[in-house]
């Protein structure tokens, strides 16, 4: 018998529901990870693609359903059957082991490449700062840039800050990345680099969930596709099936524009 069915998955989303005002963005949003999968979430702008992962992470309180990362429900504490909402301190605790990725970097612009991976572990998990720093150079070698530990991110392309970005969330150890369209802010030239960076992390069972436009990349890591319109999932499967053969008309709209 295999044991995939025993695992309880990484991430489980369950009906997540989220307004703003009157608009209703996600409308019951479904979606199993198990770990060491990487899905892609796809779909035409204004979708709820980003508010959905900013719901995972409860950067949004949602309105309806739950989020379980590794068993945990993200901004409540489970007791006696029964859940509590938790305190924003304790959500933060949480939140540390989801790792999120922007569009933008947002690297501290004052402090060296290597004092921004290391900065994380030191403040937030109390790593003594000789390790957080030594685990830091090994963090940038694996993303290509431990010889650019002494820079300032000013100093660095697009493609190496983001590059950078990556390694600082990976040295808060998170369970779970998530991606929002970490390549669409940067120069054609400089994609490839950071695909490469997150192709290596998915080869190496780190769990991820990825919002893109870049389909090749979709179609070579991904193991599952999800698409999403108007708040809702309306196809999800294998990339081989999802981008070669979409079922639904909506689908095959999207993907003849980005293809
Ligand atoms: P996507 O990432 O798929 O492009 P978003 O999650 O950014 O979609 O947005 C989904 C919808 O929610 C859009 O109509 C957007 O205008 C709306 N929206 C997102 N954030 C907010 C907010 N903070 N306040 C009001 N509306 C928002
Ligand atoms: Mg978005």
Same mark, same amino acid.
């Given at each position: 018998?295999?044991?995939?069915?025993?695992?309880?998955?990484?991430?489980?989303?369950?009906? @997540?529901?989220?307004?703003?005002?009157?608009?209703? @963005?996600?409308?019951?949003?479904?979606?199993?990870?198990?770990?060491?999968?990487?899905?892609?979430?796809?779909?035409? &702008?204004?979708?709820?693609?980003?508010?959905? !992962?900013?719901?995972? =992470?409860? /950067? #949004?309180?949602?309105?309806?359903?739950?989020?379980? @990362?590794? *068993?945990?429900?993200? *901004?409540?504490?489970?007791?006696?059957?029964? !859940?509590?909402?938790?305190?924003?301190?304790?959500?933060?605790?949480?939140?540390?082991?989801?790792?999120?990725?922007?569009?933008?970097? =947002?690297?501290?612009?004052?402090?060296?490449?290597?004092? =921004?991976?290391?900065?994380?572990?030191?403040?937030?998990?109390?790593?003594?700062?000789? $390790?957080?720093?030594?685990?830091?150079? %090994?963090?940038?070698?694996? @993303?290509? +840039?431990?010889?650019?530990? $002494?820079?300032?991110?000013?100093?660095?392309?697009?493609?190496?800050?983001?590059?950078?970005?990556?390694?600082? &969330? /990976?040295?808060?150890?998170?369970? +779970?990345?998530?991606?929002?369209?970490?390549?669409?802010?940067?120069?054609? #030239?400089?994609?490839? #680099?950071?695909?490469?960076?997150?192709?290596?992390? %998915?080869?190496? $069972?780190?769990?991820?969930?990825?919002?893109?436009?870049?389909?090749?990349f979709a179609r070579e890591v991904a193991d599952e596709v999800v698409f999403m319109v108007d708040g809702a999932v309306v196809e999800t499967g294998p990339p081989s099936q999802v981008? %070669?053969?979409?079922?639904?008309?909506?689908?095959?709209?999207?993907?003849?524009?980005?293809?």
């Amino acid at each position: 018998m295999s044991d995939a069915g025993l695992e309880q998955p990484l991430l489980r989303a369950v009906g @997540v529901r989220k307004r703003f005002g009157d608009t209703e @963005v996600l409308r019951g949003i479904d979606l199993t990870v198990s770990k060491g999968k990487v899905v892609c979430l796809l779909g035409p &702008s204004g979708a709820g693609k980003s508010t959905f !992962l900013r719901c995972i =992470n409860h /950067l #949004e309180t949602i309105d309806g359903g739950q989020v379980w @990362v590794d *068993g945990e429900p993200i *901004g409540f504490r489970l007791r006696h059957g029964k !859940l509590y909402e938790l305190p924003e301190r304790e959500v933060a605790k949480q939140r540390r082991h989801i790792g999120m990725v922007f569009q933008r970097f =947002n690297l501290f612009a004052h402090r060296t490449v290597l004092e =921004n991976v290391a900065e994380g572990p030191v403040r937030v998990l109390g790593v003594a700062t000789g $390790d957080a720093r030594r685990e830091a150079l %090994a963090l940038l070698d694996r @993303v290509g +840039l431990a010889h650019r530990a $002494d820079a300032y991110p000013g100093q660095l392309s697009g493609g190496q800050q983001q590059r950078v970005a990556i390694a600082r &969330s /990976l040295a808060m150890r998170p369970k +779970l990345m998530l991606f929002d369209e970490p390549t669409s802010a940067l120069d054609p #030239e400089l994609v490839g #680099e950071v695909l490469e960076v997150m192709r290596a992390l %998915a080869a190496e $069972d780190m769990t991820m969930i990825v919002v893109t436009h870049e389909m090749g990349f979709a179609r070579e890591v991904a193991d599952e596709v999800v698409f999403m319109v108007d708040g809702a999932v309306v196809e999800t499967g294998p990339p081989s099936q999802v981008l %070669a053969a979409p079922r639904h008309e909506r689908t095959r709209q999207f993907l003849a524009r980005v293809l």
